[in-house]
Every structure is written in structure tokens, then in C-alpha cells.
């Protein structure tokens, strides 16, 4: 028996991926702001009655009139003519409870194509919460449709969705569609005939949005709580990471005595052991990064700070649009280049893309850690704030500064001027969900050991061989290191990155760290356990670099990595994205190019004072 | 152990890593290579033990590649999750 094909739709932030989740027992990405989703996700579910249901999830959509790529999808999909896709037996219009004034704009455009369907009512729990009361049984006469209770983040919120789908297909009449009809006018009759609402808002929401929002305190605000994360991300971390560093030197001492001196042993623990555990060290700092990340998303603040940032970004020639794909960048900047499908205006878009590497990605966090940990001292200012934590958010700080000032230049060398307002759905506060908290954490922890045990792990070994093939020769004068495929390359790229103070150390690294910059620190672990050996070997690599580089060097090297496009899949996610090798080569020429000037400026000037 | 049987056992780890990151970073290449050697040992006279071999390295029918090789999972891999092909996106600079 085939299974049916039933899709999502509804407009932003009404909670569908959350009922995906629910449906299919999936864990796609869920958040409190609208474009988290951008591609269509598919699921199954098998029905009580054993009837087998395809699901998609859809991007969110305002109307059929789509502006971004997202929107297209979805038009496409609904009205079935997205290539290779097959036409829907079902459409679920989901529409949140507490905001039906915009929601069912879109549903009755839904209704107008004929096909069978059914108002997904979600979020009651919030509505009821409000008091606002819906007479579902009228606004199902009224619509022609069923309408069904959801509540998406609820165990068996989902329940009365399952059982519709699993009864018989309900008949939807064409509806003759009148381009001079006023939908809103419709909506307002249908709410006023079906709907008590005590009031449009939220009273906690204008509350809180009195502060939140205000031009001075609201930034105010932004910047405190940015400024605790990155406090927080050192000083909570340290710990953990103690307890990891003893593990990794523990395992490496502890192996080393019973293994045999050779190769083996070397690719081991010097190659396997000091690689990775330079790496996952940094797991706890990821971590708490993104508990904070994610309470926000859940609780609705996100938009606000793009709301309060968008006069400076219209500035600079980008629009609010850019902040939600930006600060999925943090992220990771391929989400992040992926998240501008929602950006409507493509001149916008692909400023969006090319500045969207400047961000700084959690893969910058360990080669950042790792260089502040070993040369800015542990200290306190003030009694309360943490040196360390004031230079990374210093380091991300840079980071923003960078964004705008790029897209400032690209604004004033471009010909085409967009004039695109902002216009975004600012969603009621939510105390973010323990649960959903929990799970986000665990998916980041699981997808940074997937890229340890997998990207990181390949390389490391395959930098490991290396750095000991081929072997010294018999009359050798330097280490064997120098002899190797490896040393030789480093020292052929130290007469480039000379005048930024990179030894050919840092050289080694940098090629393998274009594969993911945590890379580089991995790369950097082996190096030196292997230069060193014996005992030296397993020290921690903050300690050994704090002890051979200059200051000069290592903030050199904290410059290159704010610009520098160390990601050969950001590259490859541009290309795809913007369907232009002439975009790959503007951004890595003015990545690299901006990531060389920024150390050598860096370099000659700490020489210059210390 | 001894020195030749450690070297034996690290050229066997270093080659599969290599033929992993040889996949992850070019795989319509690793698998067309893996499609010719697959046919070398399984064209028509081989003994049943060649044909054998060449069945265990046929590759699967499509490239099921890492996507980005970014780790990040959220976009479902995005080397098989290809968007429409549309123009390129481009700035026109000011004369």
C-alpha cells in the first residue's frame, strides 16, 4: 500500500517542524522565531489503524505570492508543481491559536486551491492560557474544512491530528477564487463571529518588550547578556575541562607504558590521543555556548535583538532579514548560508552569504580558547569579570564589527540598491522547555564528537603519517620532523606567513585546519607531540605554546582566524548556494586577503610594543 | 611486536583514513574509481572468487555523500539534497 502524502503548511513560527517532531518522532530543529526551516523535511507515521503517512514539513510561508527561494518551495509543493515531487493527498494548514488575526490570512488562501485539508489549531494551551476562547465547530463550518486542537510541544499534542489524517479524506469544495476579495476582511469577519479574544497581546510580552525594545536599554541589554555568555563560557568551563585534560594525559601516559616503542605507538598517542584530546577539551566551552544560544531561541528574544539591530544593519546595506541566517552562523556558517533562502530581496541574500564567514562559528571557539587559555592570564577585573571571558567576547565583538564594516564597503561598491523594510513577527516570550533544551545540547555535543571521531580523526592520522614519512636520513642534522612530507611543507609556506610571526609549526596546521578550523588545533597537538616525544609529549598543548611563542605570534594567529575562510565546505555551500564559482573566489580573495592583513597589522604592532 | 608487522598494521589504518577523506572530499571521483575496480574484477571469465571481491566493492548506486562535510546535520546533507539550479546570484558593481 502506498503511503499517503500529507505536508505541512502554515505561516513562520506556527509550530510545524515542532508537530513534525511530534508526528514523526523526529528531531529537526525547532526554535522561537520564524525561517528555521528553509527545505522541505519528510517523515513517516503510521497510523493506529496501520494506514503508513508520508509527512513534510514545509517552509513557513505568508502567502502563495512567494518572495524568498523558501516561500517557493512551498508554493510549488502545495499547488503540485515542484519537479519530482508528487501531489499531495493532504494539506495540514497549521495555524497558531494566539495570533489567528494573522494566521488565517493564509489558510484561506490554502482553501482557495480545492484540495482536501485540515486547520491544525496549535499552541492552544498558549491561547487558552490568554483566554482566548475559539468555537472550533463553527470555524469548521464556516472554513469547510475540519479543524483539530494541537499542542505541538506537548506529549500526545498530537493526538487529534492522528486521528483525522486516519479517518476518511474530507471533501473540500473549490472555491471560486476572486483576486478583488479582501481576505482580511474575511478574516476579521470569521474571528469576529468565532473568536473572543480578551486582548491581541500578551500583557508579559508588552512588559517586557518595554525594555527589551527601547532603543537604549534594549541594546543595553543585548550587550550585557552577550557580554555574560562569553563570561560564563570560561568561567563555568574549567572544571570539565581540568577533568577531560587528566583523562586524555592519563590514557596517553597509561598507554605508552604498555605498548611497545614504534609506530604504532607513536600514531597512537602522539598522533591519536594528543590530536583528539587537544580537541574535545573544548567540548564543555561549546556547550555552555549553546545552552545559552538555545534559551534564548526558545524564549522568543532573538527577533527582538534583530528588531533593535536593524537600523544599524540597514546601515551598512544589509537588512533585518540578514540577523536570524547571521546568527545561525554562529553556529556554523553553512546553516547559516542556507538560512538565507529566507531573504527575499537576492542582492541581500548574497551580501548576506558573503559576509556570513566573518561570523565567528563555534569551530573558531577551540582555536580561540586554546590561544587566550595559554596567553592572557586568569585574572579578575574588578573582582567580577573574567579576563579571559572579556577577550573572547572582545574576539566576537570583532567578528560583528567586521560583518557591517564588509557589508558597509560592499554597499557603497555596488550599482543595485535594495529598499527592502523590515517586516518581522515579533512571537510571544516563552519560558524555553527544559526537554527541548536538553535535546538541543545533546545533538551539539553529538554533532562536535561526530566531527571528532570523523573529519578530525581522518585528518589527524593522515597528518600523523605525514609528519613521520619519510624518515630522517642517516646523516641527518636537524629532527627527523624537518625530513618529512609534512615538515617540508611547513617550511616551505613559513616564507609567506613569516611576516605575520606564523612559525612553520602554525604552517602545518593551517592546511589540514582548512578542512575545519578545529582541525588546526588538533593538527598543532600532534606537531609538537611529535617534535617533542617522550613525557613532553603529553603535556597540555596551551602549556607548550604559552612557553615557545611570542605574544605577538599567537594574537597574530587570533587575527587570521576572525577573517580567514579556514572551511572548505563554507566555500563549497557558497558555490551551491549562489550557483557562481566567480562568488567562491570573491569571498575566499577577500577573506584571506583581510585575514593576512589583519595579522601582519597584529604582528608588527605587538612586536613593536613588547 | 614486531617493527614490520606495526608498520603493516599503520599502513592499513593510513590507507583506509586516506580512501575516508578521499571520499568525503571528492566522492563522485572515489566512486567512479571504485565502480572501474569493481568491474575489473568482476568482468565476464573471471574466476568466482574475483567476481566475488569485485561484488564486495561495488559501490552503492548513488553517491550518499557527507554534504558539506560540515558535521552540522541540520540540512539533511546537503550534497543529496541538491536545490534548483537558478541564475547566479551576482553584484553589479558601480562603473
Known sequence: MTAMRVALVGNPNCGKTALFNQLTGSRQKVANYAGVTVERKEGRITAPSGRVFTVLDLPGAYSF????????????????????????????????????????????????????????????????????????????????????????????????????????????????????????????????????????TAAIDEAIDRWALHPVWGLAMLAVVMFLIFQAVFSWAAPVQDGITWLFEMLGQNLGAVMPDGLLKGLLVDGIIAGLGGVIVFLPQILILFLFILVLEESGYLPRAAFLLDRTMFSVGLTGRSFIPLLSSYACAIPGIMATRSIQDPRDRLTTILVAPLTTCSARL?????????????????????????????????????????????????????????????????????????????????????????????????????????????????????????????????????????????????????????????????????????????????????GQWSLATALSLLAWYVFAPQCLSTLAVIRRETNSWRNVAIAAGYLFALAYLASFLTYQITSWLT | MSASLQLLIVAVIVGVFAWRAFKRYAPKTAWRLQASLSYQFERAGRPSWSRAIGRWLRPLETVSGDGCGSGCSSCGGCATNPVAKTDPLSIQLRS
Not at chain 1, 482553501?111 to 465547530?137: C, F, H, Q, T
Not at chain 1, 523594510?421 to 545540547?441: H, K
Not at chain 1, 624537518?482 to 612559525?503: E, K, V
Not at chain 1, 588546526?520 to 606537531?527: F, G, K
Request: charged share 15%; proline share 5%; glycine share 8%.
Open chain 1, 65 to 200: 505570492d512567494a518572495a524568498s527561494p523558501d516561500e517557493m518551495i512551498t508554493r510549488d509543493v502545495c499547488q503540485g508543481n515542484h519537479p519530482g515531487e508528487p501531489a499531495l493527498d493532504q494539506i495540514v494548514c497549521v495555524a497558531d491559536a494566539t495570533n489567528l488575526r494573522l494566521h488565517l490570512r493564509f489558510v484561506l488562501e490554502v482553501r482557495r486551491l480545492g484540495r482536501p485539508m485540515v486547520l491544525a489549531l496549535n499552541m492552544m494551551d498558549a491561547a487558552r492560557k490568554r483566554g482566548i476562547a475559539i468555537d472550533i465547530e463553527q470555524l469548521s463550518q464556516r472554513l469547510g474544512i475540519p479543524v483539530v486542537e494541537t499542542i505541538a510541544v506537548q506529549r500526545g499534542g498530537a493526538e487529534a491530528l492522528v486521528r483525522q489524517l486516519d479517518g476518511a479524506i474530507p471533501h473540500v469544495a473549490a472555491v471560486e477564487a476572486d483576486p478583488a476579495a479582501d481576505l482580511h476582511a474575511q478574516v476579521r469577519q470569521l474571528l469576529a463571529d468565532t473568536v473572543v479574544m480578551p486582548q491581541r
Open chain 1, 366 to 546: 577551540p582555536v580561540y580558547t586554546l590561544l587566550i587559555g595559554a596567553f592572557i592570564p586568569r585574572q579578575s577585573i574588578a573582582g567580577v569579570f573574567n579576563l579571559q571571558g572579556m577577550v573572547l567576547f572582545a574576539l566576537y565583538v570583532l567578528g560583528i564589527v567586521s560583518v557591517l564594516a564588509v557589508a558597509w564597503v560592499m554597499k557603497h561598491l555596488r550599482r543595485d540598491k535594495s529598499e527592502h523594510a523590515l517586516l518581522m513577527e515579533l512571537p510571544s516570550y516563552r519560558v524555553p522547555n527544559a526537554r527541548d533544551v536538553a535535546i538541543g545540547l545533546v545533538e551539539r555535543a553529538m554533532i562536535f564528537l561526530r566531527r571528532v571521531g570523523g573529519i578530525i580523526l581522518t585528518l589527524t592520522v593522515l597528518l600523523w603519517f605525514l609528519l613521520n614519512f619519510p624518515g630522517a636520513p642517516v646523516d641527518a642534522t636537524m629532527p627527523a620532523i624537518d625530513y618529512s612530507f609534512a615538515g617540508r611543507i611547513g617550511h616551505a609556506l613559513q616564507t609567506i606567513f613569516a611576516p605575520i610571526g606564523f612559525n612553520w609549526q602554525i604552517c602545518i596546521a593551517l592546511v589540514p585546519g582548512l578542512a575545519a578550523r578545529e582541525v588546526a588545533v588538533s593538527s598543532l597537538a600532534t606537531v609538537y607531540a611529535i617534535s617533542a616525544g617522550g613525557d613532553v609529549a603529553t603535556q597540555q598543548l596551551g602549556t607548550i605554546i604559552g
